[in-house]
């Protein structure tokens, strides 16, 4: 009987698994098939794939479908009929193990399914700076009411209509932050891995009030950092990417920029980022992710006048199931369907390591 194995019961109370997930999937299956459902709490932070246990080993062992939370080596190597394996994290570097990278299973995640909540999270952040919100929390802590930053010289607020916007990566998070921003008047200049034919982006719905210009390559990332008020890492965590943002990228970036990192923790060399910011390069860092998780409670970064901090949580939505959902029941249907790959959603390149 082919089986397959839902092990997404996460632990935390905002991401739990609603009733109606596994009657959907097992709807979805033909008759032969066997849903089975793992009640166990998992874990999906981060880039999940922290363990297994042996309960999902004793479902997987003769399963075809596995979907969880990252894909752990010991869980491939333990069940040698899976074909297709789903993560419900959006990263996938700790899943690209050697046993995954010497298989032909199909790998799939979910970095789409965050796009939206985390756009939100890095508008919010563009604001926070744009409109001086850090110097309101600053008067608010010391009780005072002071208006001459705002008032002064040079005065740093801004107007999204003002901004260059520039977007480090161009998947699912780009696309959606650079909808909103472009959206609301600024422009934008995106950097995408591979050229595309056009290099503005093409809407479907009525004119964006700004532009999305679409750059690639070395060049491309070097005037993105040169012409943009600020930045957002929005690119995945691979040998190509990590440590991007050093201090010869820093030295590229416009004097008084704003950096916004929703992506990995490992882009970004942070010994240069705090020198950048002590030494005025830039206006302010918003920082989901860092290089070592939970941040240390007496790292620099947590006192800094220049920094907005939130734990690792830009994708916290309400809106997740549903999409996630959707994702595998597409998914679900390629694969019973003989689908080929490129009618699949989310596939995994695990050469490129996203």
Request: charged share 20%; aromatic share 6%.
């Amino acid at each position: 009987m082919p089986r397959a194995v839902l092990d997404m019961m996460d632990r935390r109370p905002i991401w739990a698994m609603p009733l109606w997930v596994p009657e959907e999937i097992r709807s979805s299956l033909p008759g032969e098939w066997e849903l089975v459902v793992i009640d166990e709490a998992t874990d999906g932070s981060g880039d999940g794939a922290a363990r297994v246990s042996p309960a999902v080993l004793k479902a997987t062992a003769k399963a075809d479908l596995y979907f969880g939370y990252g894909i752990p080596a010991e869980l491939l190597e333990a069940s040698p009929h899976l074909r297709w394996v789903h993560s419900g994290a959006a990263g996938v570097g700790s899943s690209l193990t050697r046993s995954m990278l010497e298989s032909d299973v199909i790998f799939t995640n979910s970095a789409r399914v965050h796009a939206k909540p985390m756009a939100e999270t890095v508008l919010a952040m563009i604001l926070y700076f744009g409109r001086g919100l850090d110097l309101a929390v600053a008067n608010q802590k010391k009780s005072i009411w002071d208006t001459e930053p705002y008032y002064m010289e040079g005065a740093p607020l801004n107007e999204l209509s003002e901004l260059t916007v520039g977007i480090l990566g161009f998947g699912g998070v780009g696309y959606e932050v650079s909808l909103r921003i472009a959206g609301l008047g600024a422009r934008v200049v995106a950097l995408k891995r591979t050229p595309l034919l056009e290099d503005v982006v093409p809407t479907a719905e009525g004119m964006l009030a700004g532009t999305i210009e679409l750059l690639s390559g070395e060049e491309g990332f070097k005037t993105c950092l040169a012409q943009s008020d600020v930045v957002v890492l929005a690119i995945p965590d691979t040998p190509e990417t990590c440590g991007m943002m050093d201090r010869e990228a820093f030295s590229h970036m416009k004097q008084g920029a704003v950096l916004i990192n929703v992506a990995r923790g490992k882009l970004i060399d942070e010994e240069a980022l705090i020198d950048a910011l002590n030494t005025g390069k830039l206006r302010g860092a918003a920082l989901d992710v860092f290089q070592k998780e939970p941040l240390r409670g007496d790292h620099e970064l947590w006192g800094h006048s220049k920094v907005l901090i939130t734990p690792h949580v830009s994708a916290v939505s309400r809106g997740f199931w549903r999409r996630e959902t959707d994702l595998i029941l597409h998914n679900l249907q390629c694969y019973l369907g003989g689908s080929p790959i490129r009618e699949w959603r989310n596939v995994v390149n695990k050469v490129a390591g996203y």
